[in-house]
């Protein structure tokens, strides 16, 4: 049970390149998310997921496209690379329970380290 | 708006001293809470969760907070520190929306344990 696998561990981009950072995860959650960290920001949400198929946008979306074709994948792009999307990128999920109600704790993946030159 | 506050952006203590870390939140419903701590270079941890009842909840490691409503406050606490304990610590509330469930975190509170 690897919990969630985040893909590369770094990153290096010039401006106006695109890539995509790899999150799966192997628990079965039907909540992914990705977030970025900044310094003094803390987390900010850049998309969710509730299940394959349905994706929506969090505080910080523009600049970045995803997708959920299966459970367990939940890929980040980004279109064209710019120096304020230099941060640390963090996929997590959850597990969402019988009764819709969403309080089951985030599991984390390790992280993307991206910077953009 | 949901939103969460982690008034100490750093906090330092001797190790073996107790440790305090506040956490406040704005939320219209009874919120889901959340501690997570994370060490450099890793993902975050989930120290413990408040979901409902007894306000003073255990978690990992030793540590323990305690949910008090009239002051939407949920401060994490530790008796005796150890020099492992320094990381990052990061307060959260879950917040269920129509369309999906929402986490929103506090800055964070670096810990520094000097021996």
């Known amino acids: 049970n690897a919990g969630v696998t985040q893909t590369p561990k770094f990153q290096v981009l010039k401006t106006g390149q695109s890539m995509t950072l790899q999150c799966a995860q192997d628990m079965n959650h039907e909540y992914m998310s990705w977030y970025r960290q900044d310094p003094g920001m803390g987390l900010r949400l850049i998309h969710y997921?509730?299940?394959?198929?349905?994706?929506d946008q969090g505080e910080v979306p523009n600049g970045y496209n995803v997708s959920r074709s299966t459970t367990e994948d939940f890929p980040l792009r980004l279109l064209s690379a710019a120096p304020s999307q230099t941060s640390v990128y963090f996929c997590a999920s959850s597990y969402r329970d019988r009764e819709d109600v969403y309080n089951s704790p985030l599991h984390f993946g390790n992280g993307t380290r991206l910077t953009v030159t | 708006a949901q939103s969460v506050t982690q008034p100490d952006i750093h906090i330092t203590v001797s190790e073996g001293a107790s440790l305090e870390l506040r956490c406040n939140y704005s939320y219209g419903a009874t919120p889901y809470l959340f501690w997570y701590v994370q060490s450099p270079g890793q993902g975050l941890q989930l120290l413990l969760k408040y979901f409902s009842g007894d306000t003073l909840v255990q978690g990992i490691k030793g540590f323990e907070a305690e949910f008090k409503r009239s002051q939407s406050s949920f401060n994490l606490r530790k008796p005796s520190v150890h020099w492992s304990d320094a990381a990052e610590y990061f307060c959260a509330v879950g917040a269920p929306t129509l369309t999906g469930n929402q986490f929103y975190f506090g800055t964070g509170t670096s810990l520094t344990v000097i021996p």
């Open positions: 997921s509730v299940g394959a198929g349905i994706t």
